[in-house]
Structure formats: structure tokens, C-alpha cells
């Protein structure tokens, strides 16, 4: 069963950072963090494979670093540079079989934190 728990979210001021922390029950998936507003649809905006191989989505490009530490099961999102248009519920993401992509939904999703940027 894949487990997920997101923290690290809160209100910042813009032009501020926060660290979002991801605690995940299984290795061997691709891992990212996605953030979805009320009445918009879930943004893909990091990701990690098994491997390594990380992509950062357009919108966040420049401004986030996403680390995994696999052997404390930890996913992170570092977000620099935080704008009011950030604000939003982010959600990390697992997902086994179906690719590693920030333009796809994944299969496994934890509960999610609130950014407020303000």
C-alpha cells in the first residue's frame, strides 16, 4: 500500500522560500509533486524517477530544486522566489508503471499542504 504525507506547507511572504517534505512508504516509484488551486486542474510540477532523472515544470523552472532521500523514503520540494500566484494545495505523487512526467496524472496521491503566499 503506498502511503504518502505531505508537510512543510504554511504562509510565506512573496519573494520568500518554504521546504515541502514528503514521507513515502515504497522505493522503485517515480515520485513528484503536483499543486491544484479550487476550480483549476492539477499542475505537475516536479519530478523524479527511480533513477534520478528529474524534470521541473515551466512555471516553476528556475525557482524549485526537487532531492529525494531514498533510504529515509523522503521527497522534497524547495520553492525560492515564492509569487501570489503559488498559493495553491500541493500534493505529492507516486507513481509505478505509468511514466515519469510533470504533463501526467499519477496514480498515488497523499493528502497534500496548503502554500499561501501573501
Known amino acids: 500500500d503506498v502511503q504518502l504525507v505531505e508537510s512543510g506547507g504554511g504562509f510565506v511572504q512573496p519573494g520568500g522560500s518554504l521546504r515541502l517534505s514528503c514521507a513515502f512508504s515504497?522505493?522503485?516509484?517515480?515520485m513528484g509533486w503536483f499543486r491544484q488551486s479550487p476550480g483549476k486542474e492539477r499542475e505537475g510540477l516536479a519530478t523524479?524517477?527511480?533513477?534520478?532523472?528529474?524534470i521541473i515544470g515551466d512555471s516553476v523552472k528556475g525557482r524549485v530544486t526537487l532531492s529525494r532521500d531514498k533510504t529515509r523514503k523522503m521527497l522534497y520540494l524547495q520553492m525560492n522566489g515564492l509569487k501570489v500566484g503559488d498559493t495553491s494545495m500541493y500534493y505529492c505523487?507516486?507513481?509505478?508503471?505509468?511514466?515519469?512526467?510533470?504533463?501526467?496524472?499519477?496514480?498515488?496521491y497523499g493528502r497534500g499542504t496548503q502554500v499561501t503566499v501573501s
Open positions: 523524479m524517477s527511480n533513477d534520478g532523472r528529474v
Open positions: 505523487g507516486a507513481e509505478q508503471f505509468g511514466g515519469c512526467s510533470t504533463e501526467k496524472g499519477f496514480g498515488y
Open positions: 515504497l522505493n522503485k516509484y517515480c
